[in-house]
T-cell receptor, first 114, second 115 residues
Framework: AQSVTQPDIHITVSEGASLELRCNYS??????LFWYVQSPGQGLQLLLK??????LVQGIKGFEAEFKRSQSSFNLRKPSVHWSDAAEYFC????????????FGKGTKLSVKP | EAGVAQSPRYKIIEKRQSVAFWCNPI?????LYWYQQILGQGPKLLIQ????????DSQLPKDRFSAERLKGVDSTLKIQPAKLEDSAVYLC?????????????FGPGTRLTVT
């Protein structure tokens, strides 16, 4: 069965520092991979997605993610974090079951220190 | 373009009561999803509609949960009777259609507390 693991429940970084959020997936075929962000009281917003092609994908708000098949990973990165990036981040894998069925990880809460 | 609308935003009920949530997807979006997000976890798909037909309801607890999407637009999700473990945020999402099923747009959610 497909699954997503986000090993870090909570991460704190200083404003201006770089960020990397980890995501590992389990999926038999080439996965569709996603990162979503959820601010308090808000729905999920899609940051970026990987379907095929270039393994380094660019998203909104200055985020990028790299697909590494050998490591079954899709880590999210940002070179310089802003206070407004504080939120919860979810990695998801698509595929299997019904079309459009997304399997989400448990999320990583990001706090930003001034 | 208006986003996905959901109401109410918050609901507190006692166990064994019933509750209903409403979702209005983005105009023109044929596919609609209901997710359950329990505190500390990622969203879990409950049911997926394509127009007014059910595509996947394999994770919907059908003994107490029901959902409908009349006329292929708005949708309601009902819980009857509610249990304590139903306390969660219920998210509605929509997408253009089968070819764009992974491009899902989420509403703000309804936070349900069952006491």
């Amino acid at each position: 069965a497909q699954s997503v693991t986000q090993p870090d429940i909570h991460i704190t970084v200083s404003e201006g520092a770089s960020l990397e959020l980890r995501c590992n997936y389990s999926y038999g075929a080439t996965p569709y991979l996603f990162w979503y962000v959820q601010s308090p009281g808000q729905g999920l917003q899609l940051l970026l997605k990987y379907f095929s092609g270039d393994t380094l994908v660019q998203g909104i708000k200055g985020f990028e993610a790299e697909f590494k098949r050998s490591q079954s990973s899709f880590n999210l990165r940002k070179p310089s974090v802003h206070w407004s990036d504080a939120a919860e981040y979810f990695c998801a894998v698509g595929g299997g079951g019904s079309q459009g069925n997304l399997i989400f990880g448990k999320g990583t809460k990001l706090s930003v220190k001034p | 373009e208006a986003g996905v609308a959901q109401s109410p935003r918050y609901k507190i009920i006692e166990k064994r009561q019933s509750v209903a949530f409403w979702c209005n997807p983005i105009s023109g979006h044929a596919t609609l999803y209901w997710y359950q997000q329990i505190l500390g976890q990622g969203p879990k798909l409950l049911i997926q509609f394509q127009n007014n037909g059910v595509v996947d309801d394999s994770q919907l607890p059908k003994d107490r949960f029901s959902a409908e999407r009349l006329k292929g637009v708005d949708s309601t999700l009902k819980i009857q009777p509610a249990k304590l473990e139903d306390s969660a945020v219920y998210l509605c999402a929509s997408s253009l259609g089968a070819a764009y099923s992974y491009e899902q747009y989420f509403g703000p959610g309804t936070r349900l507390t069952v006491t």
